[in-house]
T-cell receptor
């Protein structure tokens, strides 16, 4: 597609429910990144994919968070048993390839609110 | 580990004023440095970058110079416009395996007519 597409744009859920956030990167981009943007906290790196593999999962906050990427394209970030502190904007970005000099192309984000 | 510190906001200026947003960093090796901008309701987009010491990145009237001796990458613009109102993020890439960016917390800039 023309840009990085994320869905849903807004999600409100109840504490304890599972949520899935989707990211569709720019066509041909092999590297895909997930960040979390919390109020007053800046952007927190969560995980990145090169192709379908995730060499760096160090940023995932807990084992309730997981992500996968299939076909070298779409990625899903899953949060199980959501907690109120999970409320944030989840940003996805892609780049042509890892080691591409840091120019990442971002989606508009998925705003998650956990009640 | 790597970190980026930038001035807290919001920063409020009048149109045509001179802008400086400070950014300093801590990193191993020789990182590449970036400024990203997030306009209201939009995703982050790259504003400018510099990949080695003394390089100057520039775009849309904004400039930033990579200062290795002071580990800084301050963003400047000579005359701001209302349309520059946005959140500005300083970031670095140390070139490690993740290739992800380490971001500062962002500076909210408000330009008043």
């Amino acid at each position: 597609g023309a840009g990085v597409s994320q869905s849903p744009s807004n999600k409100v859920t109840e504490k304890g429910k599972d949520v899935e956030l989707r990211c569709d990167p720019i066509s041909g981009h092999t590297a895909l990144y997930w960040y979390r943007q919390s109020l007053g906290q800046g952007l927190e790196f969560l995980i990145y994919f090169q192709g379908n593999s995730a060499p760096d999962k160090s940023g995932l906050p807990s084992d309730r968070f997981s992500a996968e990427r299939t076909g070298g394209s779409v990625s899903t970030l899953t949060i199980q048993r959501t907690q109120q502190e999970d409320s944030a904007v989840y940003l996805c970005a892609s780049s042509l390839h890892a080691g591409g000099g840091g120019e990442l192309f971002f989606g508009e984000g998925s705003r998650l609110t956990v009640l | 580990g790597d970190s980026v510190t930038q001035m807290e906001g919001p920063v409020t200026l009048s149109e045509e004023a001179f802008l400086t947003i400070n950014c300093t960093y801590t990193a191993t090796g020789y990182p590449s440095l970036f400024w990203y901008v997030q306009y209201p309701g939009e995703g982050l987009q790259l504003l400018l970058k510099a990949t080695k010491a003394d390089d100057k990145g520039s775009n849309k009237g904004f400039e930033a110079t990579y200062r290795k001796e002071t580990t800084s990458f301050h963003l400047e613009k000579g005359s701001v416009q209302v349309s520059d109102s946005a959140v500005y993020f300083c970031a670095l890439n140390s070139g490690g395996g993740a290739d992800g960016l380490t971001f500062g917390k962002g500076t909210h800039l408000i330009i008043q007519p």
